[in-house]
């Protein structure tokens, strides 16, 4: 049996009936160049690593525990929709992602947001059909590019003074 972590609606004050939480398992990839919507990763990525949501790469926890700078970073999951769900609204809702998100269903952009610090949610189903579907969310972060807030992320290799090590993707 797989254990999810962070199993709970994220809202209880506004939990729904329907849900489903996509913590746990997702392929992954570090795109250090930046270079994966160039090489379309969205469709056609070399994923070579599993990494556990919503963990970030730099946490242990994540399985991952890189804790130098990546550019980009790019994650996939399948998920499953019956027609029942599909006909309801299924919307996508991520907690955060740090700090440039760009989501995409069976290799269609369906979202963009830009910044890491809020919740966002879009709607997927007019992209999604019966059986499996496949859900691939990049996040870029460069906080040393000074395009964006750090807020009291190092933007050195190690953390240092109050600044802590980076929190990168979802």
Request: charged share 20%; net charge negative.
């Amino acid at each position: 049996m797989t254990t999810i972590p962070r199993p709970e609606f994220p809202e209880p004050m506004m939990q729904r009936a329907q849900w489903q939480n996509l913590n746990g398992q997702w392929d992954f990839l570090i795109d250090a160049a930046d270079s994966g919507r160039d090489r379309h990763f969205e469709t056609a990525a070399p994923f070579d690593r599993q990494i556990t949501v919503p963990y970030p790469p730099e946490s242990t926890l994540s399985g991952i525990g890189n804790v130098d700078f990546m550019a980009a970073v790019w994650y996939r999951r399948t998920i499953t929709v019956t027609a029942a769900q599909l006909a309801d609204t299924v919307r996508l809702h991520f907690g955060a992602v740090d700090y440039r998100a760009t989501v995409f269903v069976n290799g269609v952009q369906v979202a963009e947001h830009t910044g890491g610090f809020v919740p966002f949610a879009c709607d997927i189903q007019a992209q999604l059909h019966e059986g499996d579907n496949t859900l691939v969310v990049c996040a870029q972060d460069d906080v040393r590019s000074g395009k964006q807030p750090g807020g009291k992320q190092s933007h050195l290799y190690q953390s240092h003074g109050c600044d802590y090590t980076r929190t990168t993707g979802i």
